[in-house]
């Protein structure tokens, strides 16, 4: 496709394959650029072409290895603003440390804050993220943040399944919104799995608020990270009569025990996005099931370049 002014993207080594899908939408090539460490371990980078008055679109998720990705992430914008870059957008489809959005406790910090104020301090002129853990963080930038649903795309692809009888699951009460609006794309009923967390990373499942028994239950959410909570919520849907349960999230991060769990729960299908790479033992897994993000993303891209509404994509 032809653009009315000079467009340039390059990628962190988080997300070089979304990347070059991003480009295949767009039908351009992937800028060059060299991510390196010194013996040390500190990150190297080099652009390898001219950036001078360009529109720069820097692409990498905060992914296992977070931090080492983050940096990656700032150091490429950092090098694209000394290059004389015109304007420089961070495409960041998984923005990790977005759990620690308040103080909730005493002496915490707010690292989404901290990170939103590092992702302005390196250069970046504005950011592209899909599906925050909590919506309001793009309230702590300074600089204009596009901010992606990933149910534009799973709700395609379930659209395509054509179940009937389907009901959607919020996990939890601080999933509500998300997966309400999920429901509505569906045209589905929405119930919720009432949970008590006693401690970090383990959820206790109280009781469903909402009709599944009888129903094609599909839990939606933002990320799976260790799956306790996913799974303790999908055995307590299909105690309840779900006939059978399956979950959709964006950000496949899958720590610790998370395919092993996956893979004894009840879940029939897990299907995530690319947001994040899958790890060989999560490529394997035969429950989980990837859909690209590379075409939304990119489309997405385009239109920021184009100075082109970006909400029609999703609403």
Do not use: W
Not at 108 to 131: F, H, Y
Not at 292 to 303: K, L, M, P, Q, T
């Amino acid at each position: 496709m032809a653009f009315s002014k000079d467009i340039k993207i390059f990628s962190g080594t988080a997300s070089s394959t979304l990347a070059q899908g991003i480009c295949a939408h767009l039908n351009l090539e992937l800028g060059k650029a060299s991510v390196g460490r010194f013996s040390d371990g500190e990150i190297r980078v080099q652009l390898g072409e001219n950036v001078r008055g360009y529109d720069v679109f820097i692409v990498n998720s905060s992914s296992p290895p977070v931090n080492d990705n983050l940096m990656e992430m700032l150091i490429l914008i950092d090098a694209a603003r000394r290059a004389s870059a015109d304007r420089v957008t961070a495409v960041m489809p998984y923005f990790g440390y977005a759990r620690q959005d308040r103080k909730d406790k005493p002496r915490v910090p707010i690292s989404a804050k901290l990170v939103a104020n590092l992702m302005a301090a390196s250069g970046a002129n504005r950011l592209l993220t899909i599906d925050l853990h909590c919506g309001q963080i793009q309230g702590f930038f300074d600089i204009p943040v596009d901010h992606l649903r990933g149910d534009a795309v799973f709700g395609s692809y379930m659209v395509s399944r054509k179940i009937e009888n389907l009901v959607v699951v919020s996990p939890d009460t601080g999933s509500v919104m998300r997966a309400r609006e999920f429901a509505n794309r569906l045209d589905a009923p929405l119930a919720i799995v009432d949970k008590r967390r006693p401690k970090e990373n383990v959820a206790e499942v109280m009781n469903i608020i909402g009709a599944v028994e009888g129903k094609h239950a599909l839990i939606f959410d933002d990320m799976i990270d260790t799956a306790g909570t996913l799974v303790k919520a999908a055995n307590a849907i299909k105690e309840a009569g779900a006939i059978d349960v399956m979950a959709c999230a964006t950000h496949p991060v899958l720590s610790g025990e998370a395919i092993a769990r996956l893979r004894e729960s009840v879940l029939h299908e897990v299907v995530v996005g690319d947001t994040i790479p899958l790890t060989a033992a999560a490529a394997a897994e035969p429950k989980i099931n990837v859909l690209s993000f590379a075409s939304y993303i990119g489309e997405a891209v385009r239109r920021i370049h184009e100075e082109e509404s970006v909400s029609s994509l999703f609403v």
